[in-house]
């Protein structure tokens, strides 16, 4: 079956510095989400990309969808201690069912 | 505040025990999901309901049960719990029958511990 796998599973960094977590699919996406687990919270949708090879940037947040729809990629600039928790990404291949979830990259930053 | 509200937020209980989980989706929203989130495993999706009807099946077992009521709240029931059980159950819902390509709003979630 579809299989969404997402790297790394950890980060830790020092605020300032640049962080990314890339999503992989076993098969093609229609549409892949982004969603932001704060620590203790639940998931917060962050953004939705459809089309092959598309950028979305929100402030300093940058979501790439590949040419091929099959890996995505979340890249925030400068982080804060406010980007702390837990990202994941979650595809859908289109067919039946819903979306399937990665297992998330955990961010922690260090001030 | 998604708007999503679930009850109860904790939930201790023992093996072998039957509890059920209730949601209530934002105001206007038609689809129901039901997550299940452990340490190991991420975020699972268990079953979709749209409407009063299931729209979704995901990887949920066969002692898990749930439904949608004429209200559009849900519950999920889960019998026969076993240790493996306990975890982070979510409740997610979204405006209509699009469900994998709309935002999908979720509650706090109900923390399950099976001792």
């Known amino acids: 079956g579809q299989q969404v796998m997402q790297i790394p599973q950890y980060q830790h960094v020092q605020e300032g510095e640049d962080f990314t977590t890339y999503c992989n699919s076993s098969t093609t996406l229609s549409n892949i989400q982004w969603y932001k687990q704060r620590p203790g919270g639940h998931p917060v949708f962050l953004i939705q990309l459809v089309k092959s090879g598309e950028v979305k940037k929100q402030k300093r947040l940058t979501f790439q969808f590949g040419e091929a729809k099959k890996n995505s990629s979340l890249h925030i600039t400068a982080t804060q201690t406010t980007d702390v928790g837990t990202y994941f990404c979650?595809?859908?291949?289109?067919?039946?069912?819903?979306?399937?979830f990665g297992k998330g990259t955990k961010l922690s930053v260090k001030p | 505040d998604s708007g999503v509200t679930q009850t109860p937020k904790h939930l201790i209980t023992a093996t072998g025990q039957r509890v059920t989980l209730r949601c209530s989706p934002r105001?206007?929203?038609?689809?129901v999901y039901w997550y299940q989130q452990s340490l190991d495993q991420g975020l699972q999706f268990l079953i979709q309901y749209y409407n009063g009807e299931e729209r979704a099946k995901g990887n949920i077992l066969e002692r898990f049960s749930a439904q949608q009521f004429p209200d559009l709240h849900s519950e999920l029931n889960l019998s026969s719990l076993e240790l493996g059980d306990s975890a982070l159950y979510f409740c997610?819902?979204?405006?209509?029958?699009?469900?994998?390509?709309?935002?999908?709003?979720f509650g706090p979630g109900t923390r399950l511990l099976v001792l």
């Open positions: 997610a819902s979204s405006h209509g029958l699009a469900g994998p390509r709309e935002t999908q709003y």
């Open positions: 979650a595809g859908y291949g289109g067919s039946q069912g819903n979306l399937i």
């Open positions: 105001s206007g929203d038609l689809s």
